[in-house]
């Protein structure tokens, strides 16, 4: 990124423009709505600027010496095992390295594991069993260069939506090109496919299967490829044979009909350059790990994996999960890509860190890590840079182990997530825009991320952390002077007796200069000697790191889903990514333009499902879970043919800090795959009900609110205000579940002060307020029996400045007679919101996306709204109406 920084001088008040590197061969300048909102976060606001121990404020040396003496206590009384790291996927390399060394190599366990567990740890496995190594075969270019793109299990236009404008510019420039999508959902990503399969949930290996066997029987495969370079292939076909060789069967067990199907099997046969690029949908699953080899499978049989255009692209949902898989970051590996498989990689690590006592065995997973500091087995757990108490499954569990655990240290740059606020120890750590150090993406390519401001002034980077306890450990070999040291040391320890073996290789990095580290282009994996520029894609030659150096095949028997629906929880949940939110919304949350798209958590469900529960569009409902029956998620529904019947879909996003119940990973049972230890976080069973409001009503207010008598609330981030929906449930015995209760709790709002008024209307069924100092707005509120209706973004522009008279008259009517609200915004790099772009077309008579992106600029930038945009202009063109 290049980054314009405005005002050093006052880091509170940067303002920062972030602008794409046109010269990175990732992007090429193309940043998505959150890269290119970054700089909105960079203020100081809610920020942790204080180490803290038990609520009071601490020096740093007193924090850590609080964490080490406990750490070592705990150490001394139950062994190294009883302690555990749980790390992140937005981790540095350099902070994870030190991490893994620590945990590793001197505190002697590898119960060190990260929350890409959560995103990718399948498609790992998957690899390492098929290639003898966790290597990304493809690069992003082969994106452009393939005749057919099979995206498997990824919202690509959602969740990665640079990678998506990719394939679209290159669909544009050639037509030919066929996209197929493969997802239970029709999401926005599906306006770019050519077919659009939606696949029953579970079934991604059955039609894999399917693929293979078909072309087996059109005699389509790689013949001299699967003699020379494989093993495994005739047991990996039998199955599929047996299983899946029948079309018909295979389109009834994946929900298909059958000439969509063949359609599938002809153009896989007929291209081979054929790239699948797979993700969540396949991971997140009890059985990822073979969804991934049948994906793997299906190119080792044609030859299709070392060219231009073609490979199996599992795509990571974090900017530096491959970071952490280079440093052995996963409890199941050891360091620079080896294992604790192999005795004689243990014995290489040790000596290379002249380790004094090193782990021997695979650590707990992550879902394993807190079901252990539940049982009592950890006693101490250190959370760097990431949210477990949301974004694992089974999540209240995970709180509740967390609350009863003897010491928990938690690092992070916010005060107040649901994670910090179950722990002992907090840290500050600086953030993006404030850490130097490398990070890599999907295509195995190592990039530098340099600082560029400076952070609060008691805030520290994590390996700073890591190493200074290290220190008061009493361990030596954490004496860092700069991350360009540990990325040398990093560097060294993969090429360390290499010699070819192992795929990960940046020995050709180990002696960069301090300068040379700071200059560094991107480059990708293997650096060494023979490839000194990097390599762009692997296995061209054929030879692969198993013991054979050939690829295998695995046989795939297809498991459905752990839990199946059943009368009482009739409804499959899936979950995932909204386009412009991330992870759990602890830094996006902070920016009006990010919540602007999509501000409320939802419950997507399809229309006849609706009709058979009684339910109405955008009422209020809550879910349970089979598997976790004492949380219920309450959120708003949104009925959509989208959706596909009997499923219903809910964000990942919200927690405790911006919703009262609406942790969706709350209701995810903690099933996970056998293999990898990945979270099923595409699958629960749940039944979903009316929440019976006694009232609704919306408040927008200068002031953060604590709305913790409400059985129901939703925060939003605004400018300059917070906005919340609130519903109090018939007969729960809120304290607010009355008129008089709730006149009285919102005529307390706003600051006091001399020129302090309240504006009233009040009738039986509904109130409405306002709180003014002067002219200034500090709050306005709804309520009533039906959610009432008012004009947010005309409300929301009123704190901008002083009230006119005609403003202020007709406040309490919650909208302005002649007043064009922008409507749910659709573009947030330009704001523009679907009323906006409405009228524009019928006056502008915009007919193409082109025109409106001339006329609005929407869609110009990211391109994440460009899917939403097209189907808008579709339908005003079809139904014309007057404005």
Known sequence: MKITVQDTANPRAVKVQVLGDTAHPANFGKLCVKGSAAGETLDFSGRMLVPQVKGKTVSWAEAIATVAEKFLQVIAEHGPDAVAFYVSGQFLTEDYYVANKLMKGFIGSA????????????????????????????????????????????????????????????????????????????????????????????????????????????????????????????????????????????????????????????????SPKMVSLYSQGVNQSSSGVDKSNAIINLHLATGRIGKAGMGPFSITGQPNAMGGREVGGLANQLAAHMDFSQPESIELVQRFWQAPKMAQKNGLKAVEMFQAVGSGKIKAIWILNTNPVVSMPDAEAVRQALQACEMVVVSDCMQHTDTTEVAD?????????????????????????????????????????????????????FDYSSVAQIFREHAALSGFENNGQRAFDLS????????????????????????????????????????????????????????????????????????DQWHTMTRTGKTAKLMAHRDEITVAMHPKDAEKFGLQDQQLVALQGKASRDYRLIARLEVTSQQASGQVFVPMHWNRQFASAGKVDALIPAVTDPLSGQPETKHAVVKVEAFHARWQGVILSRQVLDLTAADYWSRVTGKG????????????????????????????????????????????????????????????????????????????????QALEPLQRRYLLAGKMSGAQDAGPILCSCFEVGLHTLQEAIVRQELTSLEAIGQALKAGTNCGSCVPELKAILAQNLLTPSAV
């Open 111 to 270: 119960n060190i594991d990260t929350n890409s567990r959560l995103c990718m740890a399948s498609a790992v496995v998957g690899y390492k069993r098929a290639f003898g190594a966790d290597a990304v075969p493809c690069c992003y270019e082969d994106l452009e260069l393939a005749d057919l793109i099979l995206l498997i299990g990824s919202n690509t236009a959602w969740a990665h939506p640079i990678v998506y404008q990719r394939i679209a510019a290159a669909k544009k420039r050639r037509p030919e090109m066929k996209v197929v999508v493969v997802d239970p959902r029709l999401t926005a990503t599906c306006d770019l496919a050519d077919l659009h399969l939606p696949i029953a949930p579970g079934t991604d290996a059955v039609l894999m299967n399917g693929v293979l066997a078909h072309l087996a029987q059109q005699n389509a495969l790689d013949e001299d490829f699967i003699a020379q370079h494989t093993q495994g292939f005739q047991a990996a076909l039998n199955h599929a044979q047996i299983l899946q060789g029948d079309a018909n069967r295979v389109a009834e067990s994946c929900g298909l009909s059958l000439a969509d199907l063949q359609q599938f099997y002809q153009w896989v046969q007929a």
């Open 425 to 477: 120890v907090l840290l500050p750590a600086l953030t993006w825009g404030e850490i130097d150090g490398t990070v890599t993406n999907s295509d195995r390519t190592v990039s530098r991320q340099r600082a560029f401001m400076s952070g609060p002034e008691n805030a520290r980077a994590d390996w700073w952390m890591l190493c200074e306890v290290a220190k008061c450990m009493g361990f030596d070999g």
């Open 508 to 579: 050709g990095l180990a002696h960069l200069t301090n300068l040379e580290y700071q200059n560094l282009q991107p480059m990708q994996w293997p650096v060494n000697r023979a490839n000194p520029q990097g390599t762009q894609r692997l296995f061209a030659d054929g030879c692969f790191y198993t013991a054979s150096g050939k690829a295998q095949f695995i046989a795939i028997t297809p498991q459905f889903p752990k839990h199946r629906p059943d009368a009482d929880f009739p409804l499959v949940l899936n979950t995932g990514r909204f386009r």
């Open 721 to 800: 205000f917070h906005r919340y929906e609130l519903a109090i449930e018939a007969g729960s015995g809120s304290p607010l579940d009355s008129q008089k209760a709730l006149a009285s709790w919102f005529e307390s709002l706003g600051e006091p002060d001399a020129e302090r008024q309240v504006l009233r209307y009040q009738q039986s069924d509904q109130f409405r307020f306002a709180v003014l100092s002067g002219n200034r707005l500090q709050a306005v509120g709804f309520i009533g029996k039906t959610l009432p209706a008012i004009e947010r973004t005309w409300l929301g522009e009123r704190f901008a």
